[in-house]
């Protein structure tokens, strides 16, 4: 088993910044890729972004490339996503996400039943 807990979640103005964390512990051995997702009320879990652990390559939704940053510190066993240039449309709980399964040839898990493992969520509130 994996557990994931999530953090720095807040209230922001737009324009500002976030960084929010993801610590892994358990059997994090089995793990590899690691993701953020994000669910606005009255509306489904969506993708955010993801990492291949051990290569560390990337991949974005569209809406937020070249605002987010994924990212990972192995010896911490602990992913982050900073969060620049907010938008209204940026608020929601956060999830951190894990998965056991290695994807090759620049495939990447986005889809909600792709990923093992969750975390409790973190509320982002961007505020115009």
């Known amino acids: 088993q994996v557990q994931l807990v999530e953090s720095g979640g807040g209230l922001v103005q737009a324009g500002g910044s976030l960084r929010l964390s993801c610590a892994a512990s358990?059997?994090?051995?089995?793990?590899?890729?690691m993701g953020w997702f994000r669910q606005a009320p009255g509306k489904e879990r969506e993708f955010v972004a993801t990492?291949?652990?051990?290569?560390?390559?990337?991949a974005y939704a569209d809406s937020v490339k070249g605002r987010f940053t994924i990212s990972r510190d192995s010896a911490k066993n602990t992913v982050y996503l900073q969060m620049n240039s907010l938008k209204p449309e940026d608020t929601a709980v956060y999830y951190c996400?894990?998965?056991?399964?290695?994807?090759?040839?620049?495939?990447?898990?986005?889809?909600?039943?792709?990923?093992?493992?969750w975390g409790q969520g973190t509320q982002v509130t961007v505020s115009s």
């Open positions: 996400a894990a998965v056991r399964r290695y994807y090759s040839g620049g495939n990447y898990p986005a889809g909600v039943l792709e990923y093992d493992y």
């Open positions: 358990g059997r994090t051995i089995t793990i590899y890729h």
């Open positions: 990492i291949n652990w051990s290569g560390g390559s990337t």
